[in-house]
């Protein structure tokens, strides 16, 4: 079966950092490409960064580019999101995500997410 679990959100002050972590079962990573995905409250999803299954390329939105830095333990099974730098408008609940490829637009495995709140 798989599934995909979230950790290591929380509170934090402007400035701060967060690591997210997201722990595959039922698959290994180089199946998969994995994707960090946000939604606040009254806004659209956004895609945050991925990683892809081939190589371990990382790919990220504009809005989080020298940021946030993604990477993965292959022997963990586990897609690691680390936020530096965070800002109010990071505020939102993450989901990891498994793709067919960082490219593709359907999802095909979703977790439950973790919730980050930036502030003061």
């Known amino acids: 079966q798989v599934q995909l679990v979230e950790s290591g959100g929380g509170l934090v002050q402007p400035g701060g950092s967060l690591r997210l972590s997201c722990a595959a079962s039922?698959?290994?990573?180089?199946?998969?490409?994995i994707a960090w995905f946000r939604q606040a409250p009254g806004k659209e999803r956004e895609g945050v960064s991925c990683?892809?299954?081939?190589?371990?390329?990382?790919h990220y939105a504009d809005s989080v580019q020298g940021r946030f830095t993604i990477s993965r333990d292959i022997a963990k099974n586990t897609v690691y999101l680390q936020m530096d730098s965070l800002k109010p408008d990071d505020t939102a609940d993450y989901h990891c995500?498994?793709?067919?490829?960082?490219?593709?637009?359907?999802?095909?495995?979703w977790g439950r997410g973790t919730q980050v709140t930036v502030s003061s």
């Open positions: 995500a498994a793709l067919l490829g960082c490219g593709e637009r359907v999802i095909q495995h």
């Open positions: 990683i892809s299954s081939s190589d371990g390329s990382p």
């Open positions: 039922g698959f290994t990573l180089d199946y998969y490409a």
